[in-house]
Every structure is written in structure tokens, then in C-alpha cells.
């Protein structure tokens, strides 16, 4: 896949030396990392937008208001070795540094299949997405951020309530998102020598396109369907700007934010 770039807006002296900080939001067509890349424009930032379709790459973007930072569209696909290499060869050509990896893009996968119905095919493109892109785009940034002067920087890894309890049928989601909690401690300790700091935000029934049927029925742990509550995604995008926001000598570790009457303390 070729990578296609698009700059939205005109970079400013204060960008040109530095002092704009620079995101990377993987995911960000839509829902969470849409809601999280308006949140970081309107703070300011510059932020490239990374997602296999331009055209919501370009909604998002738009969806900034007058006078926020500047927004790089970046068409790619995140378990693509040479797509992830593009991606964070753009920001350092565009902005010469990053301060923020926001490691969001992935997929449920195909739902309510049990997992002895799950075609080998369909688990692989979850793991390739949600683990295998969250590694790539990672090390990217690992690299930049070790090598970059000031030196460090921060990434937040998108888990899930699926990171700590399953839904029924979720074999590949859960798997995945359980093993994004070991990338992130690991990336954790590793990035300790290097001023940069990682955490995870677990996310529970954020309304999102991902999530609008919920609250007409899910599935639940005993067999029975029933509507659950959800939460405005935006205050996802505020939490997730809190922990960027946040100096280098502080890391939120682990966050879950979710809708307060969803059944997770419980479930099952």
C-alpha cells in the first residue's frame, strides 16, 4: 500500500522551533481516535492522522476548530511493516520530532463467532491489526523518541476492559488486548533510561460506530441479551489528553475510564 500524505493547515514559526508538541494517533478515521485527534488539535498540538482511508482521515481534520494545530494525514495500514516506516518517516520530515505515539487503531473482529467456528484468517487479522501494528507503530516511536534532542517522549497504548475480563466470543479481541497489557509494561520498563514513558487506557461502552448496538442488547455471560450504558466518547478524549499532557517524570500507568453502570465490576 502506498502511503498518501495531506498537510490541513499552515505550520507556524512556533511549530517550525518546536514548540507545538507532535502526536501520532493511529485509528484516527474514526470514533475514539477521531475524538482523541480533535481533542489534541484544539488543544494546540500538531498531530498526524493515521488510518487505511483518506477520505475520514480528512473528516477528522476537519473537525478541528479555527486556529488549532496542524493536522498530517497519513494513509496507512498499521500492520504493514513498510506503511508504519512511511508513517513516521512523514512526521519526522513534517515536524522533526514527536512527543506523543497515541496507539489506538484495531478491530473486534468478526462478532458473536465461537471460537471453534473462528476461520484462522479472520484471528490473524485481528492480531495483525491490535497487537502486531500497536508493536510497529511502537517501535517506531521508540526509535525517534530515543534518538530525538530533547530526547523521550510518550506513548499511550488503547486497551480495553477486554485487557482484564472477556466478552463472550471475543477470543482474538481478548487475546490481543491482553497481550497489549505485557507490550505496554515491557515498553514501560525498557523506555525508563530514555525519558520515555508509557502507559495504557482501558476503555469501557465509549459511543463510538463500534459500540451503537449496545444499547439495544449485547450478549452477556449467561446467554442473555441486554442494552448496556454507554459514555461520551469525548470524555475518553479528555482522559487520554490528561495523561499526554502530563510532564515526562509522571506516567499514568494504567487508566480505565468506562460507563459507570456497564457490567464490568462483575461481569460473568
Same mark, same amino acid.
Given at each position: ?18 514548540? $507545538? ?55 496507512? +495500514? ?32 468478526? #462478532? #458473536? ?35 530525538? +534532542?530533547?530526547? #523521550?517522549? $510518550? ?11 472477556? $466478552? ?35 476503555? #469501557? ?29 469525548? +470524555? ?33
Amino acid at each position: 500500500m502506498n502511503t498518501v500524505r495531506t498537510t490541513v493547515g499552515e505550520s507556524t514559526d512556533e511549530e517550525s522551533n518546536g514548540a $507545538r508538541k507532535v502526536a501520532v494517533v493511529t485509528g484516527a478515521g474514526s470514533g475514539i481516535g477521531r475524538a482523541v485527534a480533535v481533542e489534541l488539535l484544539t488543544a494546540g498540538w500538531s498531530v498526524a492522522l493515521a488510518g487505511r482511508r483518506p477520505e475520514p482521515l480528512a473528516e477528522t481534520a476537519a473537525a478541528a476548530p479555527a486556529g488549532a494545530g496542524t493536522a498530517l494525514t497519513v494513509r496507512a +495500514d498499521v500492520s504493514r511493516p513498510e506503511d508504519v516506516a512511511a508513517l513516521f518517516g512523514a512526521v519526522r520530515d513534517r515536524f522533526g520530532r514527536l512527543d506523543l505515539l497515541f496507539n489506538n487503531a484495531g478491530t473486534f473482529g468478526p #462478532g #458473536g463467532v465461537p471460537v471453534e467456528e473462528l476461520p484462522y484468517e479472520a484471528w490473524r487479522h485481528v492480531v495483525d491489526t491490535n497487537l502486531n501494528g500497536a508493536f510497529l507503530c511502537a517501535q517506531a516511536a521508540y526509535r525517534q523518541m530515543k534518538e530525538q +534532542d530533547p530526547r #523521550g517522549g $510518550r506513548i499511550i497504548n488503547n486497551g480495553s476492559i477486554s485487557a482484564h475480563t472477556p $466478552r463472550p466470543h471475543s477470543v482474538a479481541y481478548t487475546a490481543t488486548k491482553h497481550a497489549l497489557t505485557g507490550l505496554t509494561k515491557s515498553l514501560s520498563l525498557d523506555g525508563r533510561p530514555y525519558g520515555i514513558a508509557v502507559g495504557q487506557i482501558d476503555i #469501557g461502552n465509549a459511543a463510538t460506530d463500534m459500540t451503537a448496538g449496545m444499547q439495544t442488547g449485547a450478549l452477556q455471560a449467561n446467554g442473555e441479551t441486554a442494552p448496556e450504558p454507554v459514555m461520551d466518547v469525548a +470524555d475518553v478524549a479528555r482522559t487520554v489528553r490528561h495523561m499526554a499532557d502530563l510532564p515526562l517524570e509522571a506516567n499514568v500507568q494504567f487508566a480505565t475510564v468506562m460507563a459507570t453502570a456497564m457490567p464490568y465490576v462483575g461481569r460473568g
